[in-house]
């Protein structure tokens, strides 16, 4: 893109006429105002009072309903509301790097040109007939996520875990150790402060030069909330349509529902299933049928979508929808992390839909026979610390009580050279 592109672009954004209307009515969290029904869409971005930025959520014969982004006070009946347009987003390849806001807004203090083509926050996946099939195994530089838990190109898998259970550290491993050629993050509701401990502590400047992130803190509006996560979408398409390979994260689904649940009450949606209204399921689903496999001649998006789970409760809304749509989910136990164990993966929770077909007949065999040592200790673990358990009673038990130390130590591995790697060293633990 060159710098005409760039200017050209800029210029495409000024507005010779201005369509204004004016505030007619305030409730407790929206507006109406008059004089932008001949102009205005479902959707649209509005500036209230020169100063604030709000949503159309609803039109009638008394005018448009506008969900601002900040607090009504101040405002007053006859204020003009200008008429912004569509929601739309101008990503490019310079934004690689970079932190931006969810209207694409730099946040770190530096300009940040536009591309020269907008896109759709909301657009439509790729048709399913002519998706790709999902690809090749990544190295993830973990030894699990090499071995047990396979990553492949165009998968999604879901990470489940509650607050402090080592979900952030994770992340910042994956984008810098899975084989991409950009790194989108979406940081939806974090706390302010994190931002930066993200970007330069977790993710580093070898992961920061790769990456966009793009984040909305917890002290932002639901608009903006729900924005950084389709923002982050179609950041992601834009690469995957430039035929690249896009590693997605995104931090959290949960946030993001929550936001899109504000909204839609102040809608007028009436809640439903744990307060969270019927329109959740399809807000979810759609945004993660976006990512996966793109058409021939197009690249991935690989994704990964964290989920916040109160209690490990896996039947919450949230997690219960998404774990539905997925190539798979991981969950994070809280009594691992305590013990000492990162990354605090519960595998006989967590399953890969990639498999069998992301490993060969032979490493499907160390897969299952893993799992079949692991399944065997957790079972008789009470009772070997209660001192219940008799040496003899069972082959495979004895010979889980045997390797589980270091199994346990597998997959807490972080050094992972390749897949390759791994499951060599996953056979030297199972031969003993």
């Known amino acids: 893109m060159s710098v005409f592109d760039t200017l050209i672009a800029e210029i495409a954004e000024i507005r010779p006429v201005r369509h204004v209307g004016r505030i007619s009515a305030m409730q407790a969290a929206t507006v109406t105002a ?35 982004e900040a607090d009504l006070e101040g405002l007053a009946i006859g204020d003009p509301v ?14 690689i790097g970079r932190i931006v806001d969810p ?6 203090g530096r300009p940040l040109p536009r591309g020269p083509s907008p896109r ?31 990553l492949v190109r165009g998968q999604r898998i879901g990470l489940f875990a509650g607050s402090g259970v080592g979900k952030t550290m994770l992340l910042g491993q994956f984008a810098r150790g899975i084989e991409a050629d950009v790194v989108v993050l979406a940081l ?50 834009h690469f995957r349509d430039l035929g690249q390979h896009v590693l997605l994260l995104c931090d ?46 197009q690249g991935d998006i690989t994704a990964v ?46 399953v890969s839909r990639s498999l069998p077909d992301a490993a060969t007949p032979g490493e499907n065999a160390h897969i299952s026979e893993a799992r079949r040592l692991i399944g065997a200790w957790e079972r008789a673990e009470m009772m070997v610390q209660a001192g219940l358990y008799a040496q003899g009673s069972d082959p495979l038990t004895d010979r889980a009580i045997r390797l ?4 346990d130590a597998f997959l807490a591995g972080a050094d992972a050279a390749s897949a390759v790697d791994s499951f060599k060293r996953l056979k030297q633990v199972l031969d003993g």
């Open 34 to 68: 008059r004089g932008l029904s001949m102009r205005a869409r479902l959707g649209d971005r509005v500036r209230i009072a020169d100063s604030i930025g709000g949503e159309i959520l609803a039109m009638g014969r008394d005018g448009a309903e506008i969900l601002p």
């Open 103 to 108: 209207y694409g807004e730099p946040l770190d």
């Open 120 to 150: 759709a926050l909301r657009s439509a996946p790729p048709p399913p007939a002519r998706r790709k099939r999902l690809g090749g195994r990544l190295s993830t530089g973990l030894d699990a996520f090499n071995t047990l838990l396979p």
């Open 252 to 297: 959290s689904v949960t946030r993001f529902a929550e936001a899109h649940r504000e909204i839609a009450l102040a809608a007028g949606e009436a809640p439903s299933l744990r307060g969270f209204p019927p329109s959740t399921a399809h807000q979810i689903m759609a945004l993660s049928e976006r990512a996966g496999p793109g058409v021939d001649g």
């Open 404 to 407: 589980w130390p270091k199994l």
């Open 305 to 350: 979508f964290t989920v916040l789970v109160a209690g490990s409760d896996m039947d919450e809304p949230v997690a219960d929808i998404l774990r539905g749509v997925l190539d798979g989910h991981v969950v994070l136990e809280r009594a691992i992390a305590e013990r000492g164990r990162f990354p605090a993966i519960d595998l006989m929770r967590s």
């Open 82 to 95: 200008e008429h912004l347009g569509r929601n739309t987003i101008a990503p490019d390849a310079s934004w």
């Open 188 to 237: 939806v509701g974090e706390r302010g402060r994190e931002l930066r401990d993200f970007t330069e502590g977790v993710l580093g400047p070898e992961g920061l030069a790769r990456s966009v992130v793009v984040s909305a803190t917890s002290d932002q509006s639901p608009l903006a909330r729900r924005r950084a996560a389709l923002t982050a979408m179609a950041v992601a398409e």
